[in-house]
Nanobody, 125 residues
Framework: QVQLVESGGGSVQAGGSLRLSCRAS????????MGWFRQAPGKEREGVVR????????YYADSVKGRFTISQDNTKTTLYLQLNSLKPEDTAMYYC??????????????????RGQGTQVTVSS
């Protein structure tokens, strides 16, 4: 198992930036991919980005491409999401997720087996 704890959310004005963190513990070495997804009230979960641990490949949703950047620390126990040029439509609860089965990674982070409790991002216009 892996435990995930997000932090770094907050309230910002449009155009602002935030950096989300996700601290992983437990069987982190088993993670084959990690990522972030978000969910706004009344909307479906949306995969934001996924990262393949082995290759380092990343896949971003079109809605955040060029504005958000995923990264990981050298120990591979903390995942980051840099959010730049934030828009009101980015307002959502952001979740970190991890998956042990490589074949499931392409499903997107909203479907991964392990997820954290989320951190709220609110962007005002």
């Amino acid at each position: 198992q892996v435990q995930l704890v997000e932090s770094g959310g907050g309230s910002v004005q449009a155009g602002g930036s935030l950096r989300l963190s996700c601290r992983a513990s437990g069987d982190t070495y088993r993670s084959r991919c990690m990522g972030w997804f978000r969910q706004a009230p009344g909307k479906e979960r949306e995969g934001v980005v996924r990262l393949y641990i082995g290759s380092g490949a990343t896949y971003y949703a079109d809605s955040v491409k060029g504005r958000f950047t995923i990264s990981q620390d050298n120990t591979k126990t903390t995942l980051y999401l840099q959010l730049n040029s934030l828009k009101p439509e980015d307002t959502a609860m952001y979740y970190c997720a991890a998956e042990f089965v490589l074949g499931y990674c392409s499903r997107g982070p909203a479907e991964y087996r392990y997820r954290g409790q989320g951190t709220q991002v609110t962007v005002s216009s």
